[in-house]
């Protein structure tokens, strides 16, 4: 099966959780279902919702919470 990517649309500082002591949005085998909110991209104070834009099972985070993306840098795999 391929693998789909989802890529961040802008530069910035990725995010797996919506604030530091609360749960990723989505753990790796997780179902994942179009428009879930997979992780956030922060650019100077602002935060942006990266969106899954299809269906399928997270299978991995190319990046670790807190590093930093380029736009067009997957951010998330899917199957």
Do not use: C
Not at 9 to 34: C, L, M, S, W
Not at 60 to 68: E, I, R, V
């Amino acid at each position: 099966m391929a693998s789909h990517q989802v890529k961040s649309p802008i530069p910035g500082t990725f995010y797996r959780k919506p604030a530091p002591d609360q749960p990723a949005f989505k753990e790796v085998g997780d179902t994942v279902e179009k428009g879930d909110t997979l992780g956030l991209v922060e650019v100077m104070k602002t935060f942006h919702e990266i969106k899954a834009d299809a269906a399928g099972t997270l299978s991995a985070f190319p990046l670790d919470d807190g590093d930093p993306v380029m736009a067009g840098q997957p951010v998330a795999e899917f199957e």
